[in-house]
């Protein structure tokens, strides 16, 4: 049960050249509420509103009715793989669906209001598998539900294979067109500005460094400290949301990429897509804020402090052209970082989770 984000349709469709992959689709309805006649297998599915309530005794109640429409339509697998909290009945009232459930989760939805913890308390104490993008969200899930241990696996966000190049290029590549080709050395933030991007280390490097040019690519969310001092300077391009697949080319083209996180919210437990795309092409990378999992590989990115220590650090990397003698460490890094490498590792935790003598597994 994948989204449209692009670590679950990457993820999902890596795993799909695996095993056989079937997405669960049922449609909320009153109509579910009335009778169904005939046999529907491989039809869409309409079921009751309430299948997913948060009123435990109206689950209860509808279960039986919700699971024998899903098995008929759906059938059964040998695993389900859940991305959501809003839906852990599934891991209780639908078990019949599967031999594993597993739990794939991606943020610590303490973060979201909109999220009811008690629901995500439930499917993660019923999952047979947990798969987390970090340690540290692993950590924080297994104190705040009191699992154990051996129920986690480890799975990052990762990149798409074709965004490797077979070799490390010698130059960063020209700029897309939105770009003067002569807007250099150009500095990339590649990705979401929000509640999670402090950007006031950015104001102080961008004004402390003036040879230096700026690109922002990605939606501004909300307005955040420093963010309309940067959009009237001449020396940033603020180029918008670009499609998941175009991304690559912005990655390529830039001198040095700097994340510019905050020390809180889910920023210390999560598992940067950003960070993870800069790697391929080889640039220097500089984060601010705090990030474990960025922090497990200080030979692949530059943790700077503050605003200071940011613009000092760019300034010594200015000198030397940009070159700082990690390019191949982290392209080699990169290769083990695909979504076809993650889908492999998912594959290998769920095949342990299957009885032994079991085929091929299909999956949801």
């Given amino acids: 049960m ?12 890596a795993l799909e050249q695996i095993w056989e992959v079937q997405h669960l689709t049922p449609r909320l309805s009153l109509r579910g509420w009335l009778p169904e006649f005939g046999h529907r297998r491989g039809l869409n599915c309409v079921i009751p509103r309430g299948a997913f309530s948060r009123h435990r ?6 279960a039986p009715l919700v699971e024998r429409r899903l098995l008929r339509t759906y059938g059964q697998a040998d695993a389900l793989i859940i991305t959501d909290p809003y839906f852990w009945p599934y891991a209780i009232h639908f078990r019949s669906l599967a ?84 807007f250099r050395p ?11 991007i402090d950007l006031q280390p950015i104001v102080q490097a961008h004004d402390g460094l003036p040879e230096l040019r700026w690109l922002f690519v990605g939606p501004v969310r909300c307005q955040v400290p420093g963010l309309a001092h940067l959009q009237r300077s001449p020396r940033c391009r603020f180029v918008g949301a670009q499609p998941y697949e175009s991304l690559q080319a912005y990655f390529a083209s830039v001198d040095a990429a700097v994340l510019p996180l905050t020390d809180d919210d889910i920023n210390p437990c999560s598992s940067p897509v950003r960070f993870f795309s800069q790697l391929p092409t080889g640039q220097p990378i500089l984060y601010t804020g705090t990030c474990d999992q960025i922090a497990e590989t200080p030979h692949l990115a530059y943790h700077c402090a503050d605003g200071q220590a940011l613009m000092a650090t760019l300034e010594r990397l200015a000198a030397a052209n940009f070159r700082d003698g990690r390019a191949d460490v982290r392209h080699r890094f990169a290769t083990g970082c695909t979504w076809e490498k993650r889908a492999a590792a998912m594959a290998d935790d769920l095949t342990m989770a299957l009885e032994s003598g079991r085929p091929a597994p299909v999956l949801r």
């Fill in 2 to 13: 994948g989204s449209e984000e692009p670590y679950h349709r990457e993820l999902f469709a």
């Fill in 57 to 62: 005794w109206l689950v209860r109640l509808l």
């Fill in 99 to 182: 031999s594993v459930i597993a739990y794939h989760v991606f943020d610590d939805y303490a973060a979201y209001p909109y999220v009811r913890l008690d629901q995500e308390k439930l499917l993660a104490r019923h999952a047979d598998l947990i798969f987390t993008v970090s340690r540290g969200l692993a950590e924080v899930l297994r104190d705040r539900y009191g699992l154990e241990e051996s129920r986690f696996h480890i799975i990052p966000n990762g990149i798409p294979e074709a965004w490797l190049p077979p070799e490390l290029p010698p130059h960063p590549a020209p700029p897309p067109e939105l770009l003067p080709a002569d």
């Fill in 186 to 196: 150009l500095i990339g933030i590649i990705g979401v500005i929000g509640t999670r």
